[in-house]
Nanobody
């Protein structure tokens, strides 16, 4: 059983920055993919970023490219989402997720591919 604990959410003004962290505990494998999704009020959960635990490859949604960066520290089983130039439309609950069955280097964007989820951390960007 994998458990995920997110932190780092908060309230920030437009143009500000935040860094989210997600630490995983439990059995993780070399091919594990770790990702961030977000869900705004009244909207579906959407892909934000993903990183392969061992391969090092990463993927970002077009809406956050150039502003967000995903990274990981394998020694701590932690994935980070550095968010800069935040906009009001980035306001959402951000969820960390893990796909323990991903193919080597795969970075799925589909919600249904992920088998473990964190509780979420809220990010509010004020205008």
């Amino acid at each position: 059983q994998v458990q995920l604990v997110e932190s780092g959410g908060g309230v920030v003004q437009t143009g500000g920055s935040l860094r989210l962290s997600c630490t995983a505990s439990g059995p993780l494998f070399a091919n594990t993919c770790m990702a961030w999704f977000r869900q705004a009020p009244g909207k579906e959960r959407e892909f934000v970023a993903a990183i392969s635990r061992s391969a090092g490859s990463s993927d970002l949604a077009d809406t956050v490219k150039g502003r967000f960066t995903i990274s990981r520290d394998t020694t701590k089983n932690t994935v980070y989402l550095q968010m800069k130039s935040l906009k009001p439309e980035d306001t959402a609950d951000y969820y960390c997720a893990v796909d323990t069955t991903a193919a080597w280097g795969a970075l799925p964007r589909e919600v249904g591919r992920y088998d473990y989820w964190g509780q979420g951390t809220r990010v509010t960007v004020s205008s």
